[in-house]
Protein backbone atom coordinates (compact mmCIF):
# COMPACT_ATOMS: atom_id res chain seq x y z
CA UNK A 1 0.00 0.00 0.00
CA UNK A 2 1.37 3.58 -1.19
CA UNK A 3 2.30 5.12 2.45
CA UNK A 4 0.23 8.25 1.22
CA UNK A 5 -2.54 6.84 1.24
CA UNK A 6 -2.09 6.00 4.96
CA UNK A 7 -2.43 9.46 5.25
CA UNK A 8 -5.55 9.97 4.04
CA UNK A 9 -7.30 7.54 5.55
CA UNK A 10 -6.69 10.35 8.88
CA UNK A 11 -10.05 10.64 10.10
CA UNK A 12 -10.29 14.71 11.50
CA UNK A 13 -11.76 14.50 15.00
CA UNK A 14 -12.95 17.66 17.10
CA UNK A 15 -11.95 17.72 20.34
CA UNK A 16 -13.73 19.76 23.37
CA UNK A 17 -11.12 22.99 24.47
CA UNK A 18 -10.70 21.73 27.77
CA UNK A 19 -8.81 18.37 26.39
CA UNK A 20 -6.98 20.26 24.17
CA UNK A 21 -5.56 22.42 26.79
CA UNK A 22 -4.49 20.21 28.72
CA UNK A 23 -3.13 17.62 26.62
CA UNK A 24 -2.00 19.84 22.81
CA UNK A 25 -0.20 22.67 22.15
CA UNK A 26 0.54 23.92 18.91
CA UNK A 27 3.46 25.96 18.41
CA UNK A 28 3.56 28.40 15.18
CA UNK A 29 6.11 27.12 12.57
CA UNK A 30 6.31 31.64 12.21
CA UNK A 31 6.47 32.03 15.35
CA UNK A 32 9.26 29.07 16.45
CA UNK A 33 11.23 30.80 13.96
CA UNK A 34 11.01 34.58 14.79
CA UNK A 35 10.25 34.13 18.77
CA UNK A 36 11.75 30.75 20.01
CA UNK A 37 12.62 32.25 23.30
CA UNK A 38 8.91 32.73 24.33
CA UNK A 39 8.55 29.26 23.94
CA UNK A 40 8.74 26.80 27.13
CA UNK A 41 12.01 24.36 27.14
CA UNK A 42 11.29 20.61 26.56
CA UNK A 43 11.80 19.67 30.06
CA UNK A 44 9.57 18.22 33.00
CA UNK A 45 9.71 21.07 35.02
CA UNK A 46 8.77 23.76 32.32
CA UNK A 47 5.95 21.40 31.30
CA UNK A 48 4.77 19.62 33.99
CA UNK A 49 5.54 21.73 36.64
CA UNK A 50 7.62 18.45 37.90
CA UNK A 51 10.80 16.49 37.91
CA UNK A 52 9.81 13.05 36.81
CA UNK A 53 11.74 11.28 34.16
CA UNK A 54 10.48 12.73 30.39
CA UNK A 55 10.13 10.21 27.46
CA UNK A 56 9.71 11.82 23.85
CA UNK A 57 8.86 10.65 20.84
CA UNK A 58 9.19 12.21 17.45
CA UNK A 59 6.53 11.51 14.61
CA UNK A 60 4.15 10.12 17.39
CA UNK A 61 1.23 10.44 14.92
CA UNK A 62 -1.77 9.22 16.85
CA UNK A 63 0.10 8.75 19.93
CA UNK A 64 -0.69 4.58 20.70
CA UNK A 65 2.63 3.97 21.47
CA UNK A 66 3.32 6.63 24.16
CA UNK A 67 -0.52 6.93 25.42
CA UNK A 68 0.29 3.02 26.74
CA UNK A 69 3.64 3.96 27.82
CA UNK A 70 2.79 6.53 29.85
CA UNK A 71 -0.21 4.75 31.21
CA UNK A 72 2.00 2.07 31.89
CA UNK A 73 4.70 4.38 33.75
CA UNK A 74 2.58 6.81 35.99
CA UNK A 75 5.92 8.32 37.56
CA UNK A 76 7.15 9.42 34.18
CA UNK A 77 6.11 12.18 31.88
CA UNK A 78 5.79 11.53 28.11
CA UNK A 79 5.93 14.05 25.26
CA UNK A 80 4.64 13.42 21.27
CA UNK A 81 5.49 15.94 18.85
CA UNK A 82 3.83 15.99 15.37
CA UNK A 83 3.70 18.19 12.46
CA UNK A 84 0.08 16.56 11.88
CA UNK A 85 -2.13 18.53 13.86
CA UNK A 86 -4.95 16.58 12.79
CA UNK A 87 -2.85 13.06 14.11
CA UNK A 88 -2.50 14.44 17.69
CA UNK A 89 -6.42 15.38 18.07
CA UNK A 90 -6.68 11.84 17.99
CA UNK A 91 -3.86 11.16 20.31
CA UNK A 92 -5.08 13.71 22.97
CA UNK A 93 -8.20 11.96 22.67
CA UNK A 94 -6.84 9.24 23.29
CA UNK A 95 -5.16 10.47 25.97
CA UNK A 96 -8.16 11.58 27.57
CA UNK A 97 -9.86 8.34 27.34
CA UNK A 98 -7.09 6.88 29.50
CA UNK A 99 -7.14 10.28 31.67
CA UNK A 100 -3.77 10.33 32.10
CA UNK A 101 -2.07 13.30 33.75
CA UNK A 102 1.46 12.62 32.67
CA UNK A 103 1.56 13.14 28.93
CA UNK A 104 1.52 16.04 26.72
CA UNK A 105 1.64 16.73 22.63
CA UNK A 106 2.98 19.70 20.65
CA UNK A 107 2.34 20.20 17.00
CA UNK A 108 4.99 21.21 15.65
CA UNK A 109 7.97 20.53 12.93
CA UNK A 110 10.79 18.84 15.54
CA UNK A 111 13.42 20.27 14.20
CA UNK A 112 12.30 23.73 14.75
CA UNK A 113 11.87 22.40 18.63
CA UNK A 114 15.81 21.25 18.99
CA UNK A 115 16.79 24.88 19.93
CA UNK A 116 14.34 23.72 23.24
CA UNK A 117 15.94 20.78 24.11
CA UNK A 118 17.63 21.15 27.28
CA UNK A 119 20.87 19.48 28.08
CA UNK A 120 20.59 16.12 30.15
CA UNK A 121 17.09 16.06 30.34
CA UNK A 122 15.47 12.98 28.28
CA UNK A 123 15.18 9.56 29.61
CA UNK A 124 14.53 8.42 26.41
CA UNK A 125 13.70 9.38 22.83
CA UNK A 126 11.60 7.36 20.50
CA UNK A 127 12.17 7.74 16.74
CA UNK A 128 9.78 4.77 15.26
CA UNK A 129 8.27 4.69 11.78
CA UNK A 130 9.82 7.74 10.59
CA UNK A 131 8.73 9.07 7.26
CA UNK A 132 11.69 7.74 4.66
CA UNK A 133 11.38 10.64 2.54
CA UNK A 134 13.27 8.95 -0.07
CA UNK A 135 12.94 11.04 -3.02
CA UNK A 136 15.28 13.09 -3.53
CA UNK A 137 13.49 16.60 -3.12
CA UNK A 138 12.29 15.51 -0.36
CA UNK A 139 15.16 14.23 1.38
CA UNK A 140 16.07 17.49 3.10
CA UNK A 141 12.79 16.38 5.07
CA UNK A 142 14.60 13.56 7.00
CA UNK A 143 14.86 13.50 10.31
CA UNK A 144 17.64 11.01 11.09
CA UNK A 145 20.33 13.58 10.35
CA UNK A 146 23.73 14.56 12.52
CA UNK A 147 21.78 17.25 13.89
CA UNK A 148 19.45 15.53 15.28
CA UNK A 149 22.32 13.06 16.52
CA UNK A 150 24.08 16.06 18.17
CA UNK A 151 20.59 17.66 19.75
CA UNK A 152 19.85 13.85 21.49
CA UNK A 153 23.29 13.49 22.84
CA UNK A 154 22.99 16.85 24.27
CA UNK A 155 19.59 16.14 25.59
CA UNK A 156 20.00 12.31 26.87
CA UNK A 157 20.57 12.11 30.40
CA UNK A 158 23.65 9.94 31.02
CA UNK A 159 21.34 6.57 31.46
CA UNK A 160 18.70 7.77 28.35
CA UNK A 161 18.31 5.84 25.42
CA UNK A 162 17.17 6.43 21.64
CA UNK A 163 15.11 3.85 19.89
CA UNK A 164 14.92 3.55 16.41
CA UNK A 165 12.66 1.33 14.86
CA UNK A 166 10.96 1.16 10.85
CA UNK A 167 9.78 -1.57 8.37
CA UNK A 168 11.73 0.43 5.82
CA UNK A 169 15.08 -1.33 5.35
CA UNK A 170 17.34 0.75 3.09
CA UNK A 171 16.65 3.96 5.53
CA UNK A 172 17.08 1.96 8.11
CA UNK A 173 20.90 0.70 7.53
CA UNK A 174 21.06 4.43 6.49
CA UNK A 175 20.48 5.29 9.95
CA UNK A 176 22.51 2.31 11.39
CA UNK A 177 25.51 3.29 9.48
CA UNK A 178 24.94 6.92 10.78
CA UNK A 179 24.81 5.95 14.81
CA UNK A 180 27.96 3.17 14.08
CA UNK A 181 30.01 5.93 13.05
CA UNK A 182 28.85 8.35 16.04
CA UNK A 183 31.39 7.24 19.09
CA UNK A 184 28.75 9.30 21.52
CA UNK A 185 26.24 6.67 21.16
CA UNK A 186 26.63 2.81 22.48
CA UNK A 187 23.78 -0.04 21.03
CA UNK A 188 22.10 -1.69 24.39
CA UNK A 189 22.08 -4.91 22.17
CA UNK A 190 24.84 -7.21 21.25
CA UNK A 191 23.33 -8.02 17.80
CA UNK A 192 23.91 -5.39 15.70
CA UNK A 193 20.59 -4.88 15.01
CA UNK A 194 17.22 -6.44 16.17
CA UNK A 195 14.43 -7.12 13.33
CA UNK A 196 11.18 -8.88 14.20
CA UNK A 197 11.08 -6.84 17.59
CA UNK A 198 7.77 -8.10 19.62
CA UNK A 199 7.36 -4.43 21.14
CA UNK A 200 4.82 -4.91 23.89
CA UNK A 201 3.01 -1.93 22.40
CA UNK A 202 2.16 -2.50 18.43
CA UNK A 203 1.31 1.43 16.57
CA UNK A 204 -1.52 1.43 13.99
CA UNK A 205 2.07 1.61 11.53
CA UNK A 206 3.84 -0.89 12.83
CA UNK A 207 0.82 -3.30 12.51
CA UNK A 208 0.07 -1.90 9.09
CA UNK A 209 3.34 -2.56 7.32
CA UNK A 210 3.91 -6.29 8.94
CA UNK A 211 0.43 -7.00 7.69
CA UNK A 212 2.43 -6.56 3.88
CA UNK A 213 5.36 -8.42 5.03
CA UNK A 214 7.50 -5.90 6.27
CA UNK A 215 9.60 -7.05 9.19
CA UNK A 216 9.89 -4.36 11.71
CA UNK A 217 13.72 -3.45 11.82
CA UNK A 218 14.96 -1.63 15.13
CA UNK A 219 18.12 -0.66 16.78
CA UNK A 220 18.62 1.15 20.67
CA UNK A 221 21.61 2.89 21.79
CA UNK A 222 22.11 4.88 24.92
CA UNK A 223 24.38 7.75 25.31
CA UNK A 224 28.51 6.45 26.03
CA UNK A 225 29.15 7.50 29.49
C1 LIG B 1 4.77 6.85 9.80
S1 LIG B 1 4.26 7.93 11.06
C2 LIG B 1 4.77 7.06 12.53
C3 LIG B 1 3.95 7.42 13.75
C4 LIG B 1 4.34 6.72 15.05
N1 LIG B 1 5.72 6.98 15.41
C5 LIG B 1 4.08 5.23 15.02
O1 LIG B 1 5.03 4.46 15.21
O2 LIG B 1 2.93 4.85 14.82
C6 LIG B 1 5.45 9.25 10.95
C7 LIG B 1 4.98 10.48 11.69
O3 LIG B 1 6.03 11.45 11.69
C8 LIG B 1 5.43 12.73 11.55
N2 LIG B 1 6.46 13.67 11.08
C9 LIG B 1 7.09 13.68 9.88
N3 LIG B 1 7.98 14.69 9.81
C10 LIG B 1 7.93 15.33 11.02
C11 LIG B 1 8.60 16.46 11.57
N4 LIG B 1 9.53 17.14 10.88
N5 LIG B 1 8.29 16.84 12.82
C12 LIG B 1 7.36 16.17 13.54
N6 LIG B 1 6.68 15.11 13.06
C13 LIG B 1 6.97 14.68 11.83
C14 LIG B 1 4.28 12.50 10.59
O4 LIG B 1 3.30 13.51 10.68
C15 LIG B 1 3.77 11.14 11.05
O5 LIG B 1 2.75 11.24 12.02
Redesign the pocket.
Known amino acids: MPRRTVFRRLAHISLNQEIRERYLMTFSARWLYHHIQHFPMLTSEALFGNQRPLEL??????G??LCALAEANPTANFLG????ES?LLQAASQAAKLNLMNIKFIAA???QLYPLFAPDSLQAVYL????PNRRRKFRK?Q?FTPVLLDTVSRALRPDGYLSVMTDHSEYFHEMLELIEQDHRFEKTHAERYLSGFGAPII????RLWERHGLPTLRFEVRRRL
Open positions: EIGCGFEFIDISSNARHFPDRISRYQ
